[in-house]
T-cell receptor, first 114, second 114 residues
């Protein structure tokens, strides 16, 4: 069975702090894809990153970084020097190679206080 | 480049009325998805199309829901008759190529049925 767990329901930090959002997944597939999406208060779903199961290199994009570890089935997301505009719900998702059914985590609500 | 375009952004309707949500996918994308998001159930895939053909509609909740894609640049999701429990955010999304590629979402249509 495929499953994505985001154990942190809500995180609240003060601006400029670093924050890590956890994502743990379950799959028996050899080939799979992992995603992070951001849903700000305005409601749209914004794509952040896609990672395939064969690429375990960490990714950095500005203040955002992602740590993919197959050994622990985790795909964690870190925001460095957080800003108020980072406040949103962040979703981790898993896709199989065989179909387009995205398996979604429950989301983590991130609150950045000024 | 234009993203996925949805209309209307907000709709308030009375129970029993017909609701039609519209979507224009990203040009060149050959997959189109309809998702529903509620607090209780999170993000659910309702139906998806490949090259205008419905591939999987197992997520469509009941016969009151129908979706069409008459051409590569337009799709509709219709609810007839609408019920209060249909109140949700409906997202259209599109992708290109094969499962595992990034799915890009529209801004959503916020439906309230009173």
């Amino acid at each position: 069975a495929q499953k994505v767990t985001q154990a942190q329901t809500e995180i609240s930090v003060v601006e400029k702090e670093d924050v890590t959002l956890d994502c743990v997944y379950e799959t028996r597939d050899t080939t799979y894809y992992l995603f992070w999406y951001k849903q700000p208060p305005s409601g749209e779903l914004v794509f952040l990153i896609r990672r395939n199961s064969f690429d375990e290199q960490n990714e950095i994009s500005g203040r955002y970084s992602w740590n993919f570890q197959k050994s622990t089935s985790s795909f964690n997301f870190t925001i460095t020097a957080s800003q108020v505009v980072d406040s949103a719900v962040y979703f981790c998702a898993l896709s199989r190679e065989s179909n387009y059914q995205l398996i979604w985590g429950a989301g983590t609500k991130l609150i950045i206080k000024p | 480049d234009a993203g996925v375009i949805q209309s209307p952004r907000h709709e308030v309707t009375e129970m029993g009325q017909e609701v039609t949500l519209r979507c224009k996918p990203i040009s060149g994308h050959d997959y189109l998805f309809w998702y529903r998001q509620t607090m209780m159930r999170g993000l659910e895939l309702l139906i998806y199309f490949n090259n205008n053909v419905p591939i999987d509609d197992s997520g469509m909740p009941e016969d009151r829901f129908s979706a069409k894609m008459p051409n590569a640049s337009f799709s509709t999701l219709k609810i007839q008759p609408s019920e209060p429990r249909d109140s949700a955010v409906y997202f259209c999304a599109s992708s290109f190529g094969f499962p595992g590629n990034t799915i890009y979402f529209g801004e959503g249509s916020w439906l309230t049925v009173v």
